[in-house]
């Protein structure tokens, strides 16, 4: 698992430093501001799964499952901390089991 740092975003050039997804999930810090940006070079769709620590009437609610399409990059977010993450606010993406990791690319930005 990789720890992913927030990048943030500039009125120039600004290229972004994207990591390898990691098998078993990455993370990031969460302020409820961040969106991903997901690179897929993989021939099949990817999954990615998103954590949901929110219960609504006692009963849990299910994770977040998002298609990425072959070949796609994907922006998405953001994820409000009172929804994904856990309590200190660590907000896990995992990519479905058997991709080549090396064929998912994840950069993190924080919207301001």
């Known amino acids: ?8 975003p500039a009125r120039e050039a600004n290229d972004l430093t994207f990591v390898t997804a990691s098998d078993g999930g990455d993370d990031f810090v969460s302020t409820g501001r961040e969106v991903l940006i997901v690179q897929s070079s993989h021939g099949d769709a990817v999954t990615m799964t998103v954590p949901v620590r ?3 009437d006692g009963e ?3 994770d977040k ?3 990425i399409a072959a070949g796609a990059t994907a922006v998405l977010g953001p994820w409000p901390t009172s929804i994904y993450g856990d309590a200190a606010n660590q907000n896990k993406v995992a990519f479905d089991f058997g991709v080549d ?12």
Do not use: E, G, N, R
Request: charged share 5%.
């Open 1 to 8: 698992m990789t720890t992913i740092t927030s990048q943030m």
């Open 54 to 56: 929110q219960v609504v």
């Open 60 to 62: 849990p609610v299910d």
């Open 65 to 67: 499952t998002i298609a």
């Open 101 to 112: 990791f090396a064929d998912v690319q994840v950069a993190v930005v924080l919207q301001i």
